[in-house]
């Protein structure tokens, strides 16, 4: 389960506010994070070890509010949030001479959070996406990333199904034709 867009909706806006001087915004940030930390934690950490994880917690939320500076207001929030959180989990497994094992069968839930890659992904994608006009970039985000059919994407631009069908195609087809895959998506 990667983060969802709607955290990353969510927690960005106050991320921002927050780095723009707004207490209340940073004091809502905060809260959020400690809520999110203490899942994420929890789900790492053997049963054994899961009072540490609010140890984990305050350390990685003191390194947030010290690093904020940091974070690059044009990145993925959650991916910046997610890499500190990491960092800090590796830090008290090296202090504590600590080695995970885990069951295989109990693998999905350790990775299940780990968004990077598709946070990655994502960010490639629409960098791919911007090498192309606007309404076919918009028409395949809609349609091939967000689920949306031709008809429905083609009604929130103001298109006839047919013309978006072309503008789809054309757009796949200059994708690849640069990229070198296949048109046919």
Excluded: C
């Amino acid at each position: 389960m990667s983060v969802p867009s709607d955290m990353e909706a969510h927690l960005r806006p106050l991320m921002l506010k927050a780095l723009d001087g707004d207490a209340a915004a940073y004091r809502a940030l905060l809260e959020e994070l400690r809520r999110h930390l203490r899942v994420y934690f929890a789900r790492r950490l053997a049963p054994a070890l899961a009072a540490n994880g609010d140890d984990l917690v305050q350390e990685t939320l003191m390194a947030i509010h010290t690093r904020r500076l940091t974070y690059d207001r044009a990145q993925p929030f959650t991916a910046w949030l997610h890499a500190i959180a990491r960092y800090k989990l590796i830090d008290h497994f090296r202090r504590n001479k600590l080695r995970m094992t885990l069951p295989l069968e109990e693998d999905a839930a350790i990775f299940a959070t780990d968004d990077s890659e598709a946070t990655s992904a994502r960010m490639d994608v629409e960098t791919v996406l911007a090498t192309i006009p606007g309404k076919p970039a918009e028409l395949i985000r809609q349609t091939r990333l967000e689920g949306a059919s031709v008809a429905e994407a083609a009604a929130r631009l103001g298109m006839t199904e047919t013309a978006a069908k072309v503008s789809i195609h054309r757009g796949l087809k200059s994708l690849a034709a640069r990229f070198g895959g296949k048109a046919d998506g």
